[in-house]
């Protein structure tokens, strides 16, 4: 079955520790993104990358990094500079021209103490 | 700055009754997608309106845009406790290239 894999469902860090979150895809999708979900809100995007070697920063990329070295895979990592980490971080894929409808997987939920 | 405003962003209903979310958006659009989640998991796409005028139907669910008025409407007919969720409205704007906007969502609680 075609879909997009998250790893791990759920991630507890200490504080000052960078930590990756994994996103696998095999929907052949060549546009991929994250997203963060705080409590009670919409999701806010961090990253996307259209093709492969190639990412752009979203809204809220400050203190986060990601690589895209194969088309079906997207990690992003949390960085000890991101300021409030703790969230729930999902993962997206599509394909590359717009109007084409993103697709998730099933988040990570990240707890920084 | 780009808004996607959602209203109401709670709602309570019982069961049987009729009800309307709206989504709002500030700019030329003619792609607007509709997303449910329930509690601690994904989104899952509902609907995915790509031009004016469009109307979609699943069920107790209908989705309708209107380009020229930015606005977008998620109707429920007869709700029943099963479509309890958080709803979740998304635009792509033109001039963002291939990114989504999201409203903030829409908690609905049906009652029985």
């Known amino acids: 079955d075609g879909g997009i894999t998250q790893s791990p469902k759920y991630l507890f860090r200490k504080e000052g520790q960078n930590v990756t979150l994994s996103c696998e895809q095999n929907l052949n999708h060549d546009a991929m993104y994250w997203y963060r979900q705080d409590p009670g809100q919409g999701l806010r995007l961090i990253y996307y990358?259209?093709?492969?070697?190639?990412?752009q920063k979203g809204d809220i990329a400050e203190g986060y990094s990601v690589s895209r070295e194969k088309k079906e895979s997207f990690p992003l990592t949390v960085t000890s500079a991101q300021k409030n980490p703790t969230a729930f971080y999902l993962c997206?894929?599509?394909?590359?021209?717009?109007?084409?409808?993103?697709?998730f997987g099933p988040g990570t939920r990240l707890t920084v103490t | 700055e780009l808004k996607v405003e959602q209203n109401p962003l709670f709602l309570s209903m019982q069961e049987g009754k009729n009800y309307t979310i709206y989504c709002n958006y500030s700019?030329?659009?003619?792609?607007l997608y509709w997303y449910r989640q329930d509690p601690g998991k994904s989104l899952e796409s509902l609907f995915v309106l790509l031009s004016n005028g469009a109307v979609k139907q699943e069920g107790r669910l209908m989705a309708s845009l209107d380009t020229k008025a930015r606005l977008s409407t998620l109707h429920i007919t007869a709700a029943v406790h099963d479509l309890s969720a958080t709803y979740f409205c998304?635009?792509?704007?033109?001039?963002?290239?291939?990114?989504?906007?999201f409203g903030a969502g829409t908690i609905l609680r049906v009652k029985s």
């Open positions: 700019t030329t659009s003619d792609r």
């Open positions: 990358s259209q093709i492969v070697n190639d990412f």
């Open positions: 998304a635009v792509d704007p033109l001039e963002y290239g291939n990114k989504l906007v």
């Open positions: 997206a894929s599509s394909r590359a021209r717009s109007s084409y409808e993103q697709y």
